[in-house]
């Protein structure tokens, strides 16, 4: 509040609900329940997110399974099925999400059952990024092959040219 940001309505209430004893206990132990209040409120609000930021995840059946416009976006020669890992992943981290809703819905979310949920979704997180890097270090490694056939295309043309300046240059300045 010192900051002028708004806290959410939820976290007001949550804190306006505390126990008289815990106020007697004194303002560390208020500013501790507090704390804690707003990292719960945080986490639900970033979990919220997350499953709204990741809808693309229908797009790999795991909600309803994937229509053919989705599958061939780039006009393929033929549709362009998810790789079975990266199809699993998405749909444990879309698992794992929803636990840690439910979980985080709770009075009093058990701590350990979250840092499960964070540990598989870390691990999960993990393999799609390794897959994406390899993805894109194959791109990368396709588009340097083509980039060297036609740079040493070019180099050969600019070394004749050159070359060519070169002797037009002699012609130029030959006194025959």
Known sequence: ?????????PLLHDIALIDNAEWEAGPERIAELIAG?????????QVKDLKAQFPQAEIF???GG???EHRAHNHPP???EPVAEMKGQLTLIWAQLDHADQELSKPRPDSAVLRIIGGRLLKATRVLLGYCAG??????QSAIEELGKESGKWMVRIIAGGVLLKFAEKLIQATL
Not at 1 to 9: C, F, T, Y
């Open 1 to 9: 509040m010192i900051k002028g940001d708004r806290m959410p309505l």
């Open 37 to 45: 209040m707003e990292e719960l409120h945080d986490l639900r609000t």
């Open 61 to 63: 059946g795991t909600a």
């Open 66 to 68: 994937a229509t053919p």
């Open 78 to 80: 033929e549709l362009i």
């Open 135 to 140: 993805l894109a270090d194959k791109f990368l």
